[in-house]
């Protein structure tokens, strides 16, 4: 079997076993009928199943165990899924769309994707860089500026933001800043050998704890948010920002303006990012708090609108 098939074996096993409890017998069954077991094994030999066990522990750090009693197989995670660090529910995510994938043979016209945008190539030096804290030479292309520029870089941390990859770090253009950079400008990178250290008390999840992307340029304020009852739901399932917190009857009726509506309070800085977001909404959201976001949406609505006073009443 080849190293590529191996690992789809490795996907395979992960999403089926986090799917829910299941006994070897039950694993057998399902491997007998699925796709990825190409030579047609009616059942998943044993002895490369605990190989396979141990080597995705080792690659992975997903540590499939049995319950001695029931028999059931489990994915490890200490407590549940919701306790795991982001990088392995981020894993264990991408395992089972690809088994899906691999699952779904013959639909490729059925499924859509939306576009990734480049720079990931950059992600395995990158990698290596922020491990063995080693700097880069960047070439970076700014929209600001529209021009090429070269850069020693040192990275700190990645996170990904809608389908974007970014790294924070220093630049040599910028020394003594944190700053945020889109991996899809990047034109050119090599890393170097020379070391370098991160702040002392830095914390990726700190650093972007009271901010909504990967935009910086507002402080964080107390939010509040009036909004109609289909766009709660839609809050409700998917939240803007972790300190997002639905008020009560009693304490909505201080601030509502309308009937039958919702009222959200978030902790978070309005930057660009977020105030775009909010604009997703339309008419079913308004800023109540704080006052100057309330007026800056506002004055933004007007100009939209006046971009469509001229426009003929008998437009088609």
């Known amino acids: 079997m080849s190293p590529a098939q191996v690992f789809k074996v490795y996907i395979w096993l992960v999403d089926t076993i986090s799917s ?117 030479l960047v070439t970076y292309h700014s929209f600001d500026r529209d021009t090429d520029s070269d850069m ?6 990645l996170r990904v933001f809608k389908q974007r990859w970014y790294v924070v770090g220093e630049a040599s253009t910028h020394p003594g800043e944190t700053r945020v950079y889109a ?31 990967v935009f910086r340029n507002a402080e964080p304020v107390l939010l509040r948010l009036e909004v109609l009852p289909r766009a709660a739901q839609f809050l409700r399932t998917l939240p803007l920002h972790p300190s997002q917190r639905e008020l009560g009857e009693v304490e909505a009726a201080k601030y509502r303006r309308e009937e039958d509506t919702v009222l959200f309070e978030y902790y978070v800085a309005p930057t660009f990012d977020f105030i775009q977001q909010l604009r997703t909404f339309g008419a079913e959201l308004r800023v109540l708090a704080p006052l100057s976001l309330a007026k800056q949406m506002q004055e933004e609505a007007l100009k939209v609108l006046s971009r469509y006073n001229d426009t003929p009443d008998n437009l088609k």
């Open 20 to 136: 829910g409890r299941l006994t070897k017998e039950d694993i057998d069954r399902r491997w007998s009928h699925s796709s990825i077991n190409i030579y047609g094994e009616p059942f998943f030999p044993t002895r490369k199943f605990h190989r396979y066990k141990e080597e995705i522990l080792t690659l992975f750090g997903i540590n499939i165990r049995c319950n001695r009693k029931s028999g059931y197989y489990y994915i490890d995670s200490d407590n549940d899924v919701h306790s795991w660090g982001d990088m392995r529910r981020y894993i264990v995510s991408a395992f089972s769309f690809k088994a899906a994938l691999d699952e779904a043979e013959g639909l490729e016209e059925s499924i859509l994707f939306e576009p990734i945008p480049a720079g990931t190539q950059y992600l395995t030096t990158l990698m290596r860089a922020i491990r063995s804290r080693k700097q880069l």
């Open 152 to 157: 020693f870089f040192s990275p700190y941390c």
């Open 183 to 213: 991996l899809d400008r990047i034109v050119d990178l090599h890393m170097l050998d020379n070391d370098f250290a991160i702040p002392q008390g830095f914390s990726p999840k700190r650093f972007f704890a009271d901010y909504y992307g």
